[in-house]
């Protein structure tokens, strides 16, 4: 007898990409960081402060569709 998981393969594999995404926005976050005898103005590039947390936020809408995400239901498949 073949139980039904409540996640498919196909929901794992799309929340890996969404942990792909997720950090890749953590990346583009990254950089030189000022220090008290250093200021380095890069902390507010466009980058790190506009599009790294819109990249992290798609990663995360990604994962809550991947989560609810339902494949094509087999009539056949009533085993």
Known sequence: M???????KMNFILIAIG???IIAG???????SSTETHFEPDIF????V???PLVCFVG?????FAIMYRGKD???DNR
């Open 74 to 76: 087999n009539k056949n």
């Open 60 to 64: 995360f809408v990604f994962m809550v």
């Open 50 to 52: 506009v599009v790294a």
């Open 19 to 21: 942990v792909v995404i």
């Open 2 to 8: 073949k139980e039904k998981q409540a996640l498919d």
């Open 45 to 48: 590039s466009t980058r790190r």
């Open 26 to 32: 953590l990346l583009l976050m990254t950089g030189p």
